[in-house]
């Protein structure tokens, strides 16, 4: 089974710096796609970037990038210019490339706070 | 509106009570997920619909909780015998299905929370 690892409960960050959560996961699969979701209080997840696995490109969605490292099975994710709408809690997550098997496998999530 | 919809918001129930929380899919999407979230955790998969049918139900935590989407929409996620650790927020996503080696994303709502008291 797979399984999503992030060690880091807490994080903060000035407003306009920049900050970077991380996540490890294990799996014995080579297709698969790795995903960070935001969850605001509001409790909505939103997809913030994904990346799939063979791709060697990292993802970057304007702010957001990731350090995507296959063959340490790490995905970090990267903010850049932090902004006060940023505070959430960030999930990484894992979904088989294969048909059929798309469920999600979450971390624990890190909170990040934005410091004005 | 055009998101996944969740109703109750909020359910208060005694321990022993069954319940049962609605999704409303986006219209046409095909897969239906219904995930756990505990307090303070990530969430965890339940079971997953493509159109009607039950695909993995390997997630559900016991014979107590049943999810059905008879007409491959609306989906209903039914708890019986409520005990406290079923307290938690019950996340819904649906998502398209555009080919066997496409990328789905999944659209969340925004949950129910499950009190048992």
């Known amino acids: 089974a797979q399984t999503v690892t992030q060690s880091q409960p807490e994080m903060s960050v000035q407003e306009a710096e920049t900050v970077t959560l991380s996540c490890t996961y294990d799996t014995s699969e080579s297709d698969y796609y790795l995903f960070w979701y935001k969850q605001p209080p509001s409790r909505q997840m939103i997809l913030v970037i994904r990346q799939e696995a063979y791709k060697q490109q990292n993802a970057t969605e304007n702010r957001f990038s990731v350090n995507f490292q296959k063959a340490a099975k790490s995905f970090s994710l990267k903010i850049s210019d932090s902004q006060l709408g940023d505070a959430a809690m960030y999930f990484c997550?894992?979904?088989?490339?294969?048909?059929?098997?798309?469920?999600?496998?979450f971390g624990t999530g890190t909170r990040l706070t934005i410091i004005p | 509106g055009a998101g996944v919809s969740q109703s109750p918001r909020y359910k208060v129930a005694k321990r022993g009570q069954d319940v049962a929380l609605r999704c409303d899919p986006i219209s046409g999407h095909v897969s239906l997920f219904w995930y756990q979230q505990a307090l303070g955790q990530g969430p965890e998969f339940l079971t997953y619909?493509?159109?009607?049918?039950?695909?993995?139900k390997s997630g559900l935590p016991s014979d107590r909780f049943f999810a059905e989407r008879p007409e491959g929409s609306v989906s209903t996620l039914k708890i019986q015998r409520t005990q406290q650790e079923d307290s938690a927020v019950y996340l819904c996503?649906?998502?398209?299905?555009?080919?066997?080696?496409?990328?789905?994303?999944?659209?969340f709502g925004p949950g129910t929370r499950l009190t048992v008291l």
């Open positions: 997550a894992y979904r088989s490339g294969s048909f059929g098997n798309e469920k999600l496998t």
């Open positions: 996503a649906s998502s398209l299905v555009r080919g066997t080696f496409s990328y789905n994303e999944q659209f």
């Open positions: 619909f493509q159109n009607e049918a039950q695909l993995d």
